[in-house]
């Protein structure tokens, strides 16, 4: 399953946990800026070895926009594809291109 996924049905199962898109939404917000750390949003979602690579992918995207309006504007995005994506208003697909992945 690919973290995208994830935040389309919390509590899926024990394996695949849909991840609470408010806490993940702070999460990326306090990594973006270096107030926590990879490994931290890792462990606290239990992402996947194969999921990572969306993370870091997410993050490297951030890194990518030019400083100040842009980055925020990324963030942005991202957390609203998450919203919408959750409450089904989005598709996976749609939520996978808003965040560029």
């Given at each position: 399953?690919?973290?995208v ?5 919390p ?17 990326l ?11 931290n ?5 239990a992402i996947?070895v194969?999921?990572?690579a969306q ?11 030019a400083?100040g ?11 609203s ?5 959750e ?8 939520a996978?291109?808003i965040?560029?992945?």
């Amino acid at each position: 399953m690919s973290l995208v996924a994830r935040f389309q049905q919390p509590g899926l199962d024990d394996d695949t946990d849909g991840i609470p898109v408010h806490q993940f939404a702070a999460a990326l917000r306090l990594w973006s800026r270096g107030k926590t750390t990879r490994g931290n949003v890792i462990s606290t979602f239990a992402i996947s070895v194969a999921e990572e690579a969306q993370l870091d992918l997410i993050k490297a995207n951030y890194l990518g926009k030019a400083a100040g309006i842009d980055r925020a504007d990324y963030l942005s995005d991202v957390e609203s594809a998450q919203f919408l994506l959750e409450g089904g208003t989005i598709t996976l697909a749609q939520a996978e291109s808003i965040i560029e992945l």
